[in-house]
């Protein structure tokens, strides 16, 4: 009888022991997925849809949905520009004085050796004047409604104002200079968003400049709601190239860059 109660004991001590090992599984693999949101997404094939707050838009960069209409060099067959892009990218046009959303014709033109790092390259050529392509479910396609930039380049304490389907808005810069390098080269820049000098989000934070600066290229309705959504130039040194667009609807900004250090 002393041997059945032990067991009886034995197997209730295991049980709990299994059931407890269970759930903190469960909730690390929760948090793991929290943590891993929070963080910028640097491939395709791992991203997620990160919950984040707009005040931190620099950690919720989004890579590898945009293409630039650019050479890249091609360090491995994976990653060659022809097996990533397909029909259903869309690209961000101008034909004329009108902007668009939609798929235009492009070559893609093949070199054996790039001659700065003796890579082979591949070159998207579009038969348009194109600022990205992408596969964004976000961004829809058609003419864009997009208003005239006054200030391209925003110092710090510069702001500038422009009105959208009838409404108020501003930008204001804040933080770092960007020719600043009394820190390293390290210091936060930011630009916000105001709507009727009510705060909106954070359209775009960056800490790194080296001969570089922010340049505004397009405000327009890409993913038509109606509020105006930004297309940015904003390398973080002066040998890549990199654009950022930030969406209204979107809680995380989506950004393309190359490289061409020789």
């Not at 998207?124 to 829809?140: C, D, G």
């Not at 009394?182 to 000098?197: Q, R």
């Not at 979107?250 to 950004?255: L, N, R, W």
Request: some cysteine; aromatic content about 10%.
């Amino acid at each position: 009888m002393q041997k059945l109660s032990t067991l009886v004991s034995f197997a209730i001590i295991l049980a709990f022991t299994q059931c407890n090992s269970t759930s903190n599984s469960t909730i690390n693999g929760s948090d793991s997925y929290s943590d891993s949101t929070a963080q910028p997404i640097d491939s395709l094939s791992s991203m997620e849809n990160p919950s984040t707050n707009v005040e931190n838009q620099l950690d919720s960069l989004v890579d590898g949905h945009i293409l630039l209409p650019a050479s890249y060099r091609i360090w491995k067959p994976s990653e060659a520009i022809s097996r990533i892009i397909d029909s259903t990218w869309l690209a961000l046009y101008k034909n004329g004085d009108q902007y668009f959303i939609g798929k235009i014709n492009y070559q893609i033109e093949h070199a054996a050796e790039e001659p700065c790092s003796g890579l082979p390259t591949e070159t998207i050529v579009p038969e348009h004047q194109t600022y990205a392509f992408f596969n964004l479910r976000e961004m829809k396609a058609g003419a864009i409604d997009s208003i005239s930039i006054e200030k391209p380049v925003l110092n710090p304490n510069e702001s500038s104002c422009f009105s959208f389907n009838g409404k108020k808005y501003s930008i204001k810069a804040s933080g770092r200079a960007f020719d600043d390098r009394d820190k390293n080269g390290v210091g936060v820049y930011k630009l916000e968003l105001f709507e009727d000098d009510r705060f909106a989000r954070v359209i775009l934070q960056q800490d790194q400049y080296n001969d570089t600066h922010t340049e505004i290229q397009l405000i327009g309705d890409f993913d038509k709601d109606g509020k105006p959504d930004f297309l940015f130039s904003s390398p973080r040194d002066y040998e890549e190239e990199r654009v950022i667009i930030n969406l209204s609807n979107s809680p995380y900004a989506f950004e393309g860059n190359r490289q061409f250090d020789c």
